[in-house]
């Protein structure tokens, strides 16, 4: 279940650092974010879809060593984000 062009586009947008930012660590975050939160209601719904379990783990796994990593380069920059995608708590 890829992202369609559009909310790629306005997730990029909303989360990038300078102008021409598509990859910085925050857009990957909200990026991977997206995908688990789409996944999540496949699963809720297809209890038994074990290889895409996996690949929620996988998925959950990348976010939060991303997010381990921008927490130690900036703390500010790390609890923006957490309070723009809504996540932690």
């Known amino acids: 279940m890829p992202l369609n062009t559009e909310k790629k586009q306005e ?21 991977l974010s997206e995908r688990i939160t789409q996944l999540t209601g496949h699963l809720q719904s297809n209890k038994h879809d074990y290889s895409s379990r996996q690949g929620l783990m996988k998925m959950l796994g990348r976010r939060k060593s991303l ?11 790390y609890d923006t984000l957490i309070q723009k995608l809504g996540i932690r708590g």
């Not at 997730?11 to 990026?31: C, F, K, Y």
């Open 11 to 31: 997730l990029i947008n909303s989360h990038q650092t300078h102008a021409t930012d598509t990859g910085s660590v925050e857009v990957q975050v909200a990026m």
């Open 67 to 77: 997010l381990g990593y921008l927490k130690s380069q900036s703390s500010e920059r």
